[in-house]
């Protein structure tokens, strides 16, 4: 039995009734990393860590040593954490970030391999790692969605039983999309920030990327709550996201904005959505048109408040304590013997805030006219 393919609820099933130990896990994920690594690049400095051999005594926890995948832009103790770019290369945390430090409360085991990402979180395809590109598990030739397209890929292609992403605007949601799992934006503020290196601070959120609904409950329910740490967390105490997948939606109401459904929209996408719909409604729900009249504005305010809080955040990568290095003899000598280049930063940081302001759609005249009017 691979047991990499298993979901989270499934393993714990057998983890309770001793049929595996966590450590089978472990190896069954280490045999799908080796051999699917160097083809979808899901993650980064796999040849820096090794698991470890001897099992640890998970008995007693929530979830029993199952190993969880963690972005490269959430902090981790004693493991680097790069944001997949150059210039923080080698950083290593002195501390987690508060939902690892929950994940490793819940008996949770964390993956020394970080999971790839756009640099800094900048882009939607993945494609911008200074690790190289991640690569869709389902077609190679196709990109994986981003910034979080690593740990959807690491899901996807059963390289991680469940994985965590960071969502500024679509990226843990797209590539669960495009890769075929299920991805949570929960609600600002359900989840700590403290830990996560920032993109834009008001639309940040960490979430879960996972094989399964239940699965998603589940690892909510672990990663949510108020935090101290974080003054933007809000005060609940956490939530058993797990019970409210029994009960059921009749005489729910779930409205349909219609500016959804506007010109450009694929048709695969489309039938996809009615198909849900007409689902809901067999099971009790109430599925109505409403209007959300301001949603022509979502893309251009975005991009305001992102690029001005994100050049906000990348201040502080200032060549001082933060540098991209090179060899170059004319530089300043770094420890180690590498040498240090400030000008480095502001390429790079010049280069995403562009990518940030132009990927995709945004670079569109339609969209770039919206965005000069909300100016």
Known sequence: ????????????????????????????????????DTKFKAYVRTQDFHLPQQSIDYSKTTLKGIPVAIKDNICTEGFNTECCSKILEGFHPPYDAT???KLKDAGAFIFPYK?????????????????????????????????????????????AIWALGSDTGGSIRQPAAFCGVVGLKPTYGLVSRYGLIAFASSLDQIGPITKDVSD???????????????????????????????????????????????????????????????????????????????TEYAVPVYYIIATAEASS???RFDGVHYCYVQKNPRLGVRPGGKTQDP??????ITRLLRRLLFKGNAGQESHLSGFYQCL
């Open 216 to 294: 998603c409950a589940l690892l909510l329910s672990i990663i949510a709550g108020r935090d101290e740490l974080d003054s933007t967390s809000v005060g609940s105490k956490g939530c058993d996201y797990s019970a409210y997948l029994e009960k059921d939606i009749k005489g729910m109401r779930i409205g349909i904005p219609r500016e959804y459904f506007v010109e450009g929209i694929g048709p695969e996408v489309k039938k996809a959505v009615l198909d849900a719909i007409k689902v809901l409604e067999k099971l009790g729900a109430k599925c109505r048109e409403v209007s959300l009249p301001h």
């Open 1 to 36: 039995m691979d047991l990499n393919t298993l979901t989270a609820q499934d393993l714990l099933k057998k983890l309770d009734s001793k049929e595996i130990s966590a450590q089978d896990i472990l190896r069954s994920l280490e045999k799908s990393i080796k051999a699917q």
């Open 99 to 101: 939902v690892v430090r």
């Open 313 to 315: 955040n990348l201040a």
């Open 115 to 159: 999971t790839n990402m756009d640099e800094f979180a900048f882009g939607s395809s993945t494609e911008n790692s200074c690790f190289g590109p991640t690569r869709n598990p389902h077609n190679p030739e196709c990109v994986p969605g981003g910034s979080s397209g690593g740990s959807a890929a690491a899901v996807a292609s059963h390289q």
């Open 343 to 348: 000008a480095g930063n502001i390429r790079i």
